[in-house]
């Protein structure tokens, strides 16, 4: 009898009450407890409705393969054939691992070599670094011992030569960009000078209080554009930067069509303009109260302008000590030295009055890893003969700024870093992180507590005290940059420019900074490249990517009031 469900002999039979039909025990019970009938009649039916029935043990008949000596062969042939296929899988796979393991193996030699690699490259950057320091140091020497010496008068008078408005000049370091020149280092009488600026304005930082004429949040919230002046070529629009001499009330601005102009705020007259440089002016600088201009431009040089009485500016140096574009220049507060920053990844320290370079610093990025000693003698060797800088650097400087008291300077570079630097060594003493894209602009707050950076992503606050960003200010969509940013000479407001101009009110660290005022870009090109605060913040001046200098500030009705 078999089983009515499975149609097998069952092994424990069971039969219904019911219906008479045979079932396997374990088969019936599962199907009554899932249903509750009869999977034959469809009757309802329980486990009491199911009676076992007593069998002798059941024997299976055996297979009929098996019966006879062919069909055991054939059963063997069988085991044997699934037997040689099992052994070939497993070929494979261990044929598959001896191949990874040797990919892997491949990898590790590969990591090994490039790690050496960085090891001996690293020896090389701190060879490079160390050669460079003694070099500069034997040049200081050499330097003072020159100066030491008497100079024929021939000598003294063989590169003099005048220029009117930028046609002729003795240009310093005729030897072209990139020659090698003697850098005497900043002196000790130098760094002497430097430390007592910045005891003198430290003393005065603490007295210092906001100046009653500075003009009120009630004012900044009415400024409107006053006025509006086409001062660059309408072939090569746009105005990359902007300066105000604050005693004079007079702005300087450079051009994409590769000059600078002087404008008169007050009168609204041009007084001059500086050409002489082959490609857009990427920075203008006042030394007050010398009457003397700086600009840099994208033409790797920096030039040194000296204004007269009649308004015209005499070039009284061209400098070429970078190799790539010169981004940006910061005066220092003693006004006797300035500081350029260049794509080139230096920025030079020079004296303004002999428009020597002091010294050349540059960007020198090294891993702090252990090289063999064998490579060291090596590797100082063969720089030392071949007088190389990093082959492998390729971070430039964007900006540059000097802090209030003259011992640290600020640098924003293309790695989206702003590096500080201490003056008086030139060692980078602190980094800050965090932006997207290349650093667009810096500024040192009056207090000397904040640094305000700008790049791609917006603007971030730093605090100086504990070298940390405590705000950022994320203003425009992801395609529009913030080109410019500055504190007023007070340190009261932050002026913010990308596709509008934005001026904060200065807050705190914990304080907010609100925003006072929203000036919209009206030179329709939808990018305000640079902004500058006038005297006590009475008015602001904006460049964008036309041709306009653009004056924003209360009209005269409500001027006249506030006054």
């Known amino acids: 009898m078999n089983c009515s469900i499975s149609g097998e002999v069952p092994e424990e039979p069971v039969v219904s009450k019911k219906s008479g039909l045979l079932y396997e025990k374990r088969l019936i019970e599962r199907h009554i407890a899932d249903y509750g009938k009869c999977p034959v009649t469809g009757d309802p039916l329980t486990m009491d409705d199911i009676v076992p029935v007593k069998t002798g043990k059941i024997v299976k008949p055996k297979s009929l393969i098996a019966a006879s000596i062919p069909g055991m062969l054939g059963m063997f042939q069988n085991e044997w054939d699934a037997l040689m296929l099992s052994n070939f899988a497993l070929e494979q796979q261990l044929h598959t691992a001896r191949q990874e393991l040797s990919h892997a193996l491949y990898q590790v030699m590969t990591l090994s070599f490039f790690i050496g690699d960085a090891l001996f490259h690293d020896a090389a950057c701190r060879v490079i670094a160390r050669l460079k320091k003694e070099r500069d140091e034997a040049r200081s020497l050499l330097a003072q011992a020159e100066r030491q010496a008497p100079l024929p008068a021939s000598a003294a008078t063989a590169n003099v030569s005048v220029l009117s408005n930028g046609k002729r000049v003795a240009e310093d370091g005729d030897m072209g960009p990139g020659s090698k020149q003697m850098r005497p280092g900043v002196s000790e009488s130098i760094i002497a000078e430097l430390t007592e600026c910045n005891a003198a304005l430290s003393q005065q930082r603490k007295k210092h209080q906001i100046p009653p004429t500075l003009a009120p949040v009630d004012a900044l919230e009415r400024y409107t554009q006053l006025s509006s002046h086409p001062l660059h070529k309408t072939n090569k629009p746009g105005i990359s930067s ?220 730093w605090d100086l005290r504990k070298l940390k960003n405590f705000r950022s200010f994320e203003l425009y969509d992801q395609d529009t940059p913030t080109n410019s940013v500055d504190f007023d000479h007070s340190g009261s407001y932050l002026a913010i420019a990308g596709s509008d101009v934005r001026v904060y009110q200065v807050g705190s660290v914990k304080a907010e900074w609100n925003c006072i005022k929203t000036l919209p870009d009206l030179s329709g090109t939808g990018r305000a490249t640079c902004v500058k605060f006038g005297s006590d913040a009475k008015y602001l001046a904006v460049g964008s990517m036309d041709r306009n200098l653009r004056i924003f500030g209360l009209p005269e009705g409500d001027a006249s009031m506030e006054s």
């Not at 981004?327 to 920053?341: E, R, W």
């Not at 003969?385 to 400087?397: A, H, K, R």
């Open 242 to 461: 902007i300066d105000i001499n604050l005693s004079k009330d007079i702005v300087a601005t450079g051009g994409i069509d590769s000059s600078a102009v002087l404008f008169d705020q007050t009168s609204g007259v041009i007084l001059s303009t500086l050409s002489g440089h082959s490609k857009k002016v990427t920075s203008v600088k006042f030394v007050a109260p010398s009457n003397v201009i700086l600009s840099g431009s994208a033409d790797k040089t920096v030039r040194i302008w000296q204004g007269s009485e009649d308004g015209n500016c005499d070039c009284r140096h061209i400098l070429k000590d970078h190799t790539a574009e010169v981004q940006a220049i910061t005066v220092h507060a003693t006004n006797n030295y300035f500081v350029t920053a260049s794509l080139d990844s230096t920025w030079c320290f020079y004296d303004l009055s002999s428009g020597l370079c002091l010294t050349q610093v540059l960007i020198i990025q090294s891993i702090p890893l252990i090289c063999k000693p064998q490579y060291s003698l090596v590797v100082e060797r063969c720089f030392l003969f071949l007088q190389v800088e990093d082959p492998s650097n390729s971070m430039g400087y964007t900006s540059t700024a000097f802090h209030p008291d003259g011992l640290i300077l600020g640098t924003g570079t293309t790695e989206a870093t702003v590096r500080i630097w201490d003056v008086k060594s030139q060692g980078n003493v602190a980094n800050f992180d965090g932006h997207t894209g290349s650093i667009t602009a810096i500024s040192f707050s009056e207090n000397g507590y904040f640094l305000a950076s700008a790049a791609h992503d917006g603007v971030k606050l």
